[in-house]
């Protein structure tokens, strides 16, 4: 038993960092090509747009996925992880409208003043949306790691950063500039949001309810 044990960790191990070489990699493809088409000023949006997407991802999750995978082992039964994973989700979901909501309203009030160089709209407005289509995927994943689906949780992601990548680089080359890559991760959100929403709705038992 631990002999299969200490294999599949192996297993699970390799696969991550695999997985996790190739997503980085992805930026070995779209940096020289970015850094070809826009100029110095669009490269800046484009850090700044990041900085902020990353700061929102870390505060619209509202550390679920660490929740979900501490209360995931005290659940008995599968009705009980249905139960538990179904409240979070909408949990989620709803917290995220509220703040998005917010970040749009205080944020159209204080950008101006700090970052009188940067547009809010198109560029914080949608980073916000891109926010919050990307919670879809918070538990989903969170329950392929506490399940041992290593290799299906590293295929999506592989997925969403290709994809991402992929409309990205189109967008800006055909000249939507920095405006191209915050798009881009738009669509790549927006993409794993209808997929995600789509594999709950099918997979729900009722209210607060999911077959994760």
Not at 17 to 42: F, H, M, N, S, Y
Not at 57 to 83: H, K, M, T, W
Request: glycine content about 8%.
């Amino acid at each position: 038993m631990a002999v299969v044990r200490g294999a599949q960790l192996f297993k699970d191990i390799v696969v991550y960092t695999v997985g996790l070489v190739l997503r980085r990699g992805l930026a070995i493809v779209t940096l020289p090509v970015l850094a070809r088409v826009l100029t110095q000023a669009d490269l800046g949006v484009v850090a700044l747009v990041s900085t902020v997407r990353e700061l929102l991802a870390v505060i619209l999750e509202l550390g679920v996925p660490n929740a979900a995978a501490r209360f995931y082992y005290d659940c008995r039964s599968r009705e009980e992880r249905q139960r538990l994973f179904g409240t979070l989700f909408f949990f989620l979901m709803g917290a995220a409208v509220l703040i998005s909501l917010a970040a749009l309203g205080v944020g159209a009030l204080l950008w101006p003043r700090f970052v009188p160089d940067v547009p809010f709209h198109p560029f914080v407005t949608l980073t916000i949306a891109t926010v919050f289509f990307m919670m879809a995927g918070v538990l989903p994943r969170s329950i392929f790691r506490v399940t041992d689906r290593v290799p299906l949780f590293m295929t999506l992601s592989l997925v969403q950063g290709v994809l991402s990548a992929a409309v990205t680089i189109a967008l800006v080359v055909s000249g939507m500039g920095a405006l191209g890559s915050v798009v881009g991760a738009l669509v790549s959100a927006a993409a794993f949001f209808l997929s995600s929403a789509g594999i709950s709705a099918r997979r729900s038992h009722g209210p607060g309810r999911l077959a994760w």
